[in-house]
């Protein structure tokens, strides 16, 4: 019988670490959140009654016919899961879960665990293309410690079986086995880290991190209808975290993230009008990786961020100002008529960018010197005023007389400006829930600035639009996000979609587009004070997930570049005595000498070799010391096989001791096949049961003996 056919009537239950290995890749797609609970149910129930039933199983686990028809409820699930519209790669998570729970109540004689270790291998694959959560590494790590045990105590007692000492498999897992096995994995970690590094990236994500919903609600759509930011703003989700790279992160009553802009108003909704010679967008020349200039190089301050986007439908960057230049991993970016930026191809993924912005303060006394007029725009005779920023639809007439109201005794357009922003501050209610305003005959916008002024950011900015306008006042509504909370783990500024806010902006003839809130700013922004446990444990989550997306997710060959730029300026000729020169140069992570994550980087990358370095060299010293130790055949076997070599009797790798035994039996006389059973029985007893070598000398004469006395052809091989 050979190896392979003995091995194939093995019958036992699995290791222990096989279950721990199936619920460890489990969970990593269950981090992913794209399995419904019902799947996640059946994989528990599977995972608790195989383990509850794997020394006594009861009769369907070993019967092919109910096998066949679990396998075809699983084969049905999958299919009606891409059937209804999921990624293909959501449908084979369907499949792994389930195919993985079945493999589990299989209890027929098995040859190896290698569908069990290949189910559990492609959910941590497919894991890793469905989420980037910062859990999702150390169950990685977990995995492969419970994969290479799993296949290592697999083939321990497959060996004890057909040594005929089962239990031999348990005393050989002795305290240096478990050390060796953790010494190898450790040393594969690191040298996976070091290949991490080193090897050439390419962002293969089938999702691209896409499956979370994007916001397609107000300021980041091309059309907004009144009443959408309060929806977004009932809901807490992280939608940017902003990094100060040059400059300080500002204070949230501060901070604005400017979105889209919206020119276009029917009393109900807003929407970005298109030019007469130009679409609703155009494309900017440049790529992204290498840096888009979008402005002349001014005197103004200039602030740089670097900006991690969670998805968004429209496709839409966001700035904490006028935009000269951005970096990031796109290859095109588009602009609309109001100086909206978009990466088509980006919707649905987590986007990571550093935007070079600035930032004019509102000097009321210069703005006194200039008046609002609107901008200008290519036109078919030439450029000419942008009157769209000044278009009305038809409004009560009361809302003239309340604008003048508003503006009495103003001096200048900044004066009335200021006027209307003040007024709607002191006079208006903030709230998310905001009573229905207008009917079929009233507009929402007739409906708020005639009653009590009691709504949200959208409608305090829509108000001040519409009463600058009707003064003659180029105005338009811009969406975007407002305030946040620092992070005071990662060092960063948080915003969530609950900062999701509108302002108006207003066009003076020199200075350019003036920003002004008219929203009560009290109810809107967040409460300060102190943090609780769990605010602080959510800061440390959202501070690691940032960390994990940057150094590993989004890991790739600029960061490689900026690496080994980072460890030439450290450690090679031109590095100062003192330190790292730091050179001023735009390069990829904007004007600093250590880009992106390379300080941390290009100190940890030496060390991480010199640990690999050390762990390849206790692994090879382990080995050494166990080729000193003995071979890992008996002498006195080694000896018998050479004798029975000289006449032609070799054992191939795929027959077994005991099978090469029985066959060398048939061809040898009495005397010559007894000794060499008792030579085999030795072999098996001291390599696979621990016991002591006898003294075989004279079981070796009498085979010697014997083979002397064959009469047998010189090629007669043993198969």
């Known amino acids: 019988m050979s190896r392979r056919e003995f091995r194939g009537r093995v019958e036992g239950p699995r290791p222990t670490a096989a279950w721990l290995m199936s619920i460890v890749a489990g969970a990593t797609l269950w981090l992913t959140e794209q399995l419904p609970p019902w799947v996640i149910a059946v994989q528990l129930v599977a995972f608790g009654y195989s383990w509850a039933t794997r020394r006594r199983p009861p009769a369907f686990r070993s019967d092919p016919i109910w096998l066949n028809v679990l396998m075809l409820g699983v084969t049905t699930v999958t299919i009606r899961s891409a059937l209804s519209g999921n990624p293909a790669t959501v449908s084979l998570a369907y499949f792994t879960s389930l195919a993985q729970g079945l493999q589990l109540l299989d209890a027929r004689p098995r040859k190896s665990e290698f569908v069990l270790v290949a189910l559990a291998l492609f959910q941590v694959v497919l894991a890793s293309n469905l989420t980037d959560s910062v859990f999702f590494p150390p169950l990685v790590l977990v995995f492969l410690v419970c994969v290479t045990w799993t296949l290592l105590v697999h083939t321990l007692a497959h060996e004890a079986a057909e040594a005929g000492d089962p239990a031999a498999a348990e005393r050989a897992i002795a305290p240096d086995l478990r050390r060796l096995t953790f010494v190898a994995t450790a040393a594969c970690v690191v040298l996976a880290m070091a290949l991490f590094v080193i090897l050439p990236r390419l962002k293969t994500s089938v999702l691209q991190g896409g499956m979370r919903s994007g916001i397609g609600l107000s300021g980041f759509s091309d059309q907004v209808a009144l009443g959408d930011v309060g929806r977004i703003r009932m809901d807490h989700s992280v939608v940017l975290r902003v990094e100060a790279v040059e400059g300080e992160l500002p204070d949230p009553i501060d901070a604005y993230w400017r979105g889209l802009a919206f020119d276009a108003f029917d009393g109900r909704s807003w929407a970005i009008s298109a030019s007469e010679r130009t679409g609703p967008r155009q494309p900017v020349g440049g790529i992204g990786r290498f840096g888009i200039e979008l402005g002349p190089r001014s005197n103004l301050p200039v602030t740089v961020q670097r900006i991690l986007r969670e998805a968004v439908d429209a496709e839409v960057l966001f700035s904490a100002g006028e935009v000269r230049r951005i970096e990031g991993p796109f290859q095109r970016l588009e602009r ?31 703005l006194r010197r200039e008046r609002a007029r609107p901008p200008r725009e290519p036109g078919p005779g030439g450029p000419r005023p942008a009157l769209r920023y000044l278009a009305l639809p038809a409004l009560d007439p009361r809302l003239r007389e309340r604008a003048e109201a508003m503006v009495a005794g103003a001096r200048d357009d900044v004066d009335r400006a200021l006027r209307i922003e003040a007024a709607l501050r002191e006079q208006g209610r903030y709230t998310d829930s905001p009573p229905p305003l207008g009917d079929e005959d009233t507009s929402p916008i007739e409906a708020f600035l005639l009653g009590g002024l009691e709504g949200h950011c959208e409608y305090f900015a829509s ?34 979609q609950a900062d999701a806010h509108a302002w108006v902006e207003i066009h003076f003839e020199q200075t350019g587009w003036v920003r002004f809130d008219p929203t009560p700013p009290d109810l809107r922004l967040r409460a300060e004070g102190a943090l609780s446990l769990a605010e602080r444990a959510a800061q440390l989550a959202s501070a690691l997930e940032l960390w994990w997306f940057q150094r590993v997710v989004d890991y790739d060959s600029a960061d490689q570049i900026s690496a080994l730029r980072a460890l030439w300026l450290r450690f090679g000729p031109r590095a100062e005595a ?15 000498a250590l880009p992106d994550g390379v300080g941390g980087l290009g100190r940890g990358l030496p060390l991480a070799l010199l640990v690999g370095g050390a762990l390849a060299y206790a692994v090879w010293r382990l080995r050494a010391s166990d080729r000193r130790s003995g071979p890992a055949v008996p002498e006195a076997y080694r000896r018998a096989q050479r004798i029975l070599a000289r006449k032609g009797l070799t054992r191939i790798a795929t027959v077994s001791a005991q099978a090469f035994a029985a066959e060398v039996s048939r061809a040898l006389p009495e005397p010559g096949a007894r000794a060499f059973a008792s030579i085999t029985a030795a072999y098996l007893a001291e390599r696979f049961g621990d016991r002591p070598a006898p003294d075989l000398r004279a079981e070796l004469a009498a085979l010697q003996h014997a083979v002397d006395r064959m009469r047998l052809g010189d090629h007669a091989h043993i198969r």
């Not at 050179?583 to 004007?591: L, W």
């Open 578 to 592: 003192g330190g790292l020169a730091t050179p001023r140069e735009d390069g990829p992570r904007g004007s600093l």
């Open 336 to 366: 609309d008529p109001n100086g909206g930026l978009y990466v088509p191809g980006h919707a649905e993924e987590r986007l990571r960018y550093t935007i070079w912005t600035s930032q004019l303060p509102r000097d009321v006394r210069a």
């Open 463 to 496: 108000a001040m639009v519409v009463l600058a306008r009707l003064q003659g006042m180029p105005a338009r509504l811009v969406n975007g996000f407002a305030g946040g909370q620092r992070n005071d783990v990662g060092g960063f500024l948080e915003v969530t």
